[in-house]
């Protein structure tokens, strides 16, 4: 793949617009496109998507529509860049057009509710046998926008469109590694963020380091026990897509779900918090998602499990945070 390829982002979300701008930047004719046409217009006119990623202008060249027809015509590459839970649809919109000879790109972080599949997964059963990619990692979408050093990892069952997906994304200021264990690196990518919304509640709560680091630590061996139950490789969880992730989406104040979690620890209820923001916050769906994998896989989830209880049951987030302390003691493992 060259300069020469076009290429469509289906979102409009912050990531999406960011990814839009890094393969403008590089030469390559984008299209985005967005489900909703009044903002779609909104954006075109401004130049600027002021409600996922506030200061940062739009370039000319980059494409905004609201039409998937014009978004996808005369397109190569497919970046699906849409909220986890809302893929399928998406998907089954994008297949009423001619997608044949297109290649996708996953941007998408989460596991689908009720089938409990990745995104690939959903992907293949919508569209068939494809060329297909993950693309995930540590990425706040504003600081990448804004030229700070990131670095991301893409995953395909075909090495070598693995390669040219790097090829493409690559800058200097966001290097792009590869993987082949694309189950690993979209669990992790997922499975952070229900350990971020935890981090966020030791925020409200006025918890400090020594909880964070715990909560990261634990968090992390339970988000690789499940991984690799489902396939994974272990030492996956160890990188980019994995702790990596985790981090960033546990401390950054950028970070919609530890945002999240911090209004719970300081008293808000799910409903009221989700009421003030337009962001699809991915850790709520995922938390549901992920109790009924570990379910499926008799894994020991106690975090995620937890958090599942504080958003769907109503618990308390003390209550939550003494009866995780509080467990039997055992080897750390």
Request: charged share 25%; aromatic share 6%; proline share 3%.
């Amino acid at each position: 793949m060259d300069k020469k390829k076009r290429i469509a982002i289906i979102g409009d979300g912050g990531w999406g617009t960011t990814l839009a701008l890094i393969l403008s930047r590089k030469g390559y004719s984008v299209t985005v496109w967005g489900a909703f046409s009044d903002y779609v217009e909104i954006v075109k006119h401004g130049r600027e998507n002021i409600k996922f990623l506030p200061g940062i202008k739009l370039p000319q060249e980059i494409v905004l529509t609201a039409s998937i027809e014009e978004a996808l015509s005369g397109r190569d590459l497919v970046v699906l860049a849409v909220p986890s839970q809302f893929l399928r649809s998406t998907l089954t919109r994008l297949k009423m057009h001619d997608v044949s000879g297109k290649s996708f790109v996953s941007a998408a972080k989460g596991i689908e509710n009720g089938t409990l599949k990745r995104m690939t997964e959903v992907v293949g059963d919508v569209l068939g046998k494809t060329p297909l990619s993950v693309l995930t990692g540590p990425t706040i979408a504003l600081e990448v926008a804004n030229g700070v050093p990131t670095t991301a990892v893409v995953s395909s069952y075909d090495e070598s469109f693995s390669r040219q997906v790097q090829e493409i994304f690559a800058t200097d200021r966001f290097r792009i590694y590869t993987s082949s264990d694309t189950i690993g690196v979209e669990m992790g990518g997922a499975l952070k963020n229900v350990v971020a919304i935890a981090a966020g509640v030791c925020d409200g709560l006025g918890f400090g380091t020594n909880t964070k680091a715990a909560l990261l630590t634990r968090g992390l061996a339970e988000i690789a026990r499940l991984g690799c139950a489902m396939g994974a490789k272990r030492e996956t969880f160890y990188g980019l897509s994995g702790l990596g992730d985790l981090t960033t989406t546990c401390i950054s104040p950028y970070s919609r779900n530890r945002w999240l979690g911090e209004e719970i620890g300081r008293g808000k209820k799910l409903k009221e918090i989700l009421k003030e923001t337009d962001m699809i916050v991915e850790g709520v769906a995922t938390a549901k998602a992920a109790r009924d994998l570990s379910a499926k896989f008799r894994v020991e989830m106690p975090i995620t499990t937890e958090i599942y209880k504080v958003l769907y049951d109503g618990k308390e987030p003390k209550a939550a945070v003494n009866d995780l302390m509080t467990r039997a003691l055992k080897d750390e493992a």
